[in-house]
């Protein structure tokens, strides 16, 4: 499997472009601002289709590309369920959304819960609730890849921020020390927002959560 990390939106959101050029299969893991643009010649280089498009959370800066992306391959979208408020009524965010830009809302094909299993890229990857920063925030986890994407819960050295409605700081807390520093410490994560890290370094070094 490959990963394209594609950094897009007015404040940098990192998406995640993965492809199988073996089989033609692409997942897009988030939607940020313009990020079609970034992820069509990767998918004709690497000769792939995008079927499916998983959004890790219904903040905007996360969805505000997945209606084109949607547009342009016919992609199914995956969730969870608590976001729903947001990702089909993004106006509720107008105060946390620059001055005259646009989301507009998202049509999910599959609500997404903790514990499911996803047939893709060659392996079973396994979905976790990981709640705090956003009440539906997501993780994937692509155990023989040895990766987890884990949207805005954990970054490199810090973690999400729980001062937006629907935030916790304990709960995040919970999310983090039980579904990601559960994982091998090889773990790479693949987060919203900055370099990748990996679970035993977080562990280790993260401030704000030790493990």
């Known amino acids: 499997m490959n990963v394209h990390v594609l950094p ?3 404040i940098q959101t990192n998406a995640y472009l993965l492809t199988l050029p073996l089989t033609g299969e692409a997942v897009l893991v988030d939607a940020p601002d313009g990020i ?21 959370h219904g903040h905007w800066d996360h969805t505000q590309g997945a209606a084109e992306v949607v547009r ?31 989301v507009e809302p998202v049509v999910v094909n599959r ?28 993780m994937f986890y692509f155990a023989g890849a040895g990766a987890a994407f884990s949207g805005d819960a954990l970054f490199r050295g810090s973690v999400g921020r729980t001062d937006l409605p629907g935030g916790d700081p304990g ?13 091998p410490d090889a773990t790479k994560v693949y987060s919203g927002h900055g370099e990748p890290t990996t679970v035993g370094a977080e562990k280790k070094h993260n401030p704000h959560v030790r493990g």
């Open 8 to 10: 897009a939106g007015p």
């Open 36 to 56: 079609w643009q970034e992820v069509e010649p990767v998918l004709k280089a690497e000769r792939c289709r995008l079927t499916r498009l998983w959004l890790t």
């Open 72 to 102: 342009r391959t016919g992609a199914e979208v995956s969730a969870h369920c608590a976001d729903r408020p947001l990702l089909e009524n993004p106006e509720v965010m107008r105060p946390l959304i620059f001055p005259g830009m646009a």
């Open 111 to 138: 609500w997404l819960e903790d514990g499911d299993s996803i047939d893709a890229l060659g392996e079973k990857v396994r979905v976790s609730h990981v709640p705090g920063h956003c009440p539906g925030s997501l």
């Open 171 to 183: 709960q995040l807390e919970r999310s983090i020390r039980s579904r990601i520093y559960t994982l």
